[in-house]
C-alpha cells in the first residue's frame, strides 16, 4: 500500500497467547472503544489467567471501580448489551440493569426498552427511575421466587387475594420485610445445605446482584463467603426431558445432552486439574454453582499464587473468623456507646490523647519533625501507627502545634463575613499583628481608589442632573404660562 520496501518493526518470539493479549489491549486504546467492547475486552484477560481487576486497573491506568463497572456489562442479555453498544441507553442505566438476572432483563426489554414498546418505554428515562420501576414491578413478583409459597397463598398481603378475579401466577407480595425475611431464611438454609453436602466449594457474592442478609448471615455463622471482583460464569444446567414444545426430535435432545456431559466433563477435568475454581454464589434470590479460571502470575512475580492445602485453607478460614469478632465488636459498639450518659464523668487524660490522635490528620508537614517524625513526601500524612506513637508521650509544646495547626486547617472554610472568617482575623491578630494590618492596607488603598473613582462619577452624574433639571425648569413655566392664556378667554365666554 505504501509502496515501501523496507518499514521500521520489532520483532519478537511470543506465545499465542501474549500475542491475543497485546492484540485486545491495543484495541483499548482506541478512543471509539465501546463499553461492551471494554467489558467482553477486560473479561477475555481475566479469562486468560492472566490478570484480575487489580492487574487490569493497573495497567489500563483506571481505578478498580472503573473496571468492575465494566465487568458488570458481561451479565447483560444481547439485546440490551446492543442498545448500550449504540447509546440508546446510558451507562448509568445499564449498570442498574446489570444487577438483576436474564429472566428480569428479558422481561424488562421485552416490555420496556423494546422499540414497539410506545406506551410502556424506559428510554430516555434517568438511572434512578428505572431502578426505581424495575424495584416496583420486578422485585416483590412472588414467581421469582424460589422458597416456598404455600403461606403465601392464603396471605392477606398476597395481591391475589386483593382481587376478585386475578390473572393467575403467584401473585405480587405487599409486605416487604416478610418477603425479604422469607428470601433470606431460604437461601442460608440452602447455602448451609450446600455446604454440608460439598465442603469444598466455597461460597461468594459478586459486587451486584447479592443478597447482603444473608452474607450477613453465613459470615456470622462462621462461614466465609468470597467477594468476587470479577464476574463468574454460571454452571451449565442440565437440559430437561424433551417436550414437544422445546424439541422437534428426541435426537435433538440428545444432541444437547451430549453437549451438557462435554461441558461438565471439561469443567471437572479444568477444575481437577487447578485451572479453575468451583463457587457457590450467593445472588438475590437463588444461590447457584458457577466457576471462575484461576489467575497466574510470571514466576518472578511477587503475587505469586501459592495453592493452598485443605489445613491451609481451614485456618485461613479460623483466622478470618476471629477478625469478623473484632469488626462485629467494633460496629455494636459504635451503635451502644451512643446509648450512654457521660456528661457526669470527669474528662481523662485518656481521652484527652484520643482528642489529639484525631487533631494529628491537620498537622502541617512542616511541623512532622517537631513531634519526631522524619523526612516524608510532602504529600503522605501520617500513618495510625505514627499518631499513636506521637499522643504516647505530647509535650505542651507539641500540644500547642497540633491544636493550631487543626484551627489553621478549619480556617480554610472562612469567606466574607461569615463567623469563621471573624475567629481567623481574631487568630491573625494575636499571632501576626503586623502582617495583618499590612494585609488590611494593602486592600484598604485598593479600596480607596475606586472608592475615589466612584465619588467623581457620583459628582459628575450630580451636575448632569442638576443641569437637566434647570434646562426642563423654563420649559415648563412656559407650559404653564400658556394653560393661563388658554383660561382666560373661556372665563370671559362665561362672563358674557
Same mark, same amino acid.
Given at each position: ?11 519478537? +518470539? /511470543?506465545?499465542?497467547? =501474549? %500475542?491475543? @493479549? ?8 482506541? &478512543? #471509539? $472503544? ?53 447509546? +440508546? /441507553?446510558?451507562?448509568? =442505566? %445499564?449498570? @442498574? ?8 432483563? &428479558? #422481561? $424488562? ?76 431464611a431460604y437461601l442460608t ?54 417436550l414437544k414444545d422445546d ?76 477478625e469478623i469478632v473484632l ?170
Open positions: 500500500m505504501a509502496k515501501l520496501e523496507e518499514i521500521p518493526a520489532i520483532v519478537m +518470539e /511470543i506465545s499465542d497467547e =501474549v %500475542a491475543e @493479549e497485546m492484540a485486545v489491549t491495543e484495541n483499548l486504546q482506541r &478512543k #471509539d $472503544v465501546t463499553p461492551i467492547e471494554e467489558a467482553n475486552a477486560y473479561q477475555k484477560l481475566i479469562d486468560s489467567g492472566r490478570h484480575d481487576v487489580q492487574s487490569l486497573a493497573v495497567q489500563f491506568g483506571k481505578n478498580e471501580n472503573y473496571i468492575r463497572t465494566r465487568l458488570k456489562f458481561v451479565s447483560l442479555i444481547p439485546e440490551i448489551a446492543q442498545l448500550l453498544e449504540h447509546d +440508546e /441507553i446510558t451507562i448509568s =442505566v %445499564a449498570s @442498574e440493569i446489570c444487577r438483576y438476572g436474564e429472566d428480569i432483563q &428479558k #422481561d $424488562v426489554y421485552d416490555k420496556h426498552l423494546k422499540e414497539d414498546a410506545l406506551h410502556h418505554s424506559w428510554r430516555g428515562m434517568k438511572a434512578t427511575e428505572v431502578a426505581r420501576n424495575i424495584e416496583r414491578q420486578y422485585t416483590t413478583d412472588l414467581e421469582r421466587y424460589a422458597f416456598d409459597k404455600t403461606l403465601c397463598l392464603s396471605c392477606p398481603h398476597n395481591t391475589n387475594n386483593m382481587v376478585l378475579f386475578c390473572e393467575g401466577g403467584c401473585g405480587n407480595c405487599a409486605n416487604r420485610t416478610c418477603l425479604a425475611e422469607m428470601n433470606a438454609e440452602k447455602a448451609v445445605r450446600l455446604m454440608e453436602e460439598r465442603p469444598d466449594v466455597p461460597l461468594c457474592h459478586e459486587n451486584a446482584n447479592y443478597n447482603e442478609i444473608v452474607v450477613e448471615r453465613l459470615t456470622a455463622m462462621g462461614y466465609e463467603v468470597e467477594r468476587l471482583n470479577c464476574y463468574a460464569k454460571a454452571y451449565p444446567e442440565q437440559p430437561e426431558a424433551p424439541y422437534d426430535t428426541a435426537e435433538e435432545y440428545e444432541q444437547e445432552l451430549n453437549d451438557y456431559t462435554e461441558e461438565c466433563e471439561e469443567i471437572r477435568t479444568r477444575c481437577e486439574a487447578g485451572e479453575i475454581t468451583l463457587y457457590f454464589r450467593v445472588e438475590s434470590k437463588d444461590i447457584v454453582l458457577c466457576y471462575m479460571t484461576k489467575v497466574t502470575y510470571d514466576s518472578n512475580s511477587t503475587n505469586q499464587e501459592q495453592t493452598l492445602s485443605p489445613m491451609e485453607k481451614l485456618e485461613k478460614q479460623d483466622k478470618r473468623n476471629k469488626e462485629k465488636t467494633v460496629e455494636d459498639t459504635k451503635k451502644r456507646i451512643l446509648e450512654v450518659d457521660m456528661s457526669e464523668c470527669k474528662f481523662g487524660q485518656d481521652e484527652d490523647k484520643m482528642i489529639y490522635f484525631f487533631l494529628l490528620s491537620s498537622l502541617r508537614n512542616e511541623h512532622f519533625e517537631v513531634v519526631g517524625i522524619g523526612e516524608k513526601k510532602t504529600y503522605c500524612h501520617l500513618t495510625d501507627e505514627e499518631k499513636i506513637n506521637i499522643i504516647a508521650n505530647l509535650t505542651s509544646k507539641q500540644k500547642a502545634i497540633i491544636r493550631r495547626d487543626f484551627l489553621i486547617a478549619n480556617f480554610k472554610n472562612a469567606y466574607g463575613n461569615n463567623a469563621i472568617a471573624s475567629l481567623l482575623l481574631d487568630f491573625a491578630q494575636k499571632h501576626m499583628p503586623d502582617l495583618l494590618a499590612d494585609i488590611k492596607n494593602g486592600h484598604n488603598e485598593v479600596y480607596e481608589k475606586r472608592h475615589q473613582r466612584i465619588e467623581e462619577k457620583k459628582a459628575v452624574l450630580l451636575v448632569q442632573e442638576q443641569a437637566k433639571q434647570e434646562a426642563e425648569q423654563p420649559d415648563k413655566q412656559q407650559s404653564e404660562v400658556g394653560m393661563q392664556t388658554e383660561e382666560q378667554p373661556q372665563e370671559e365666554d362665561i362672563a358674557a
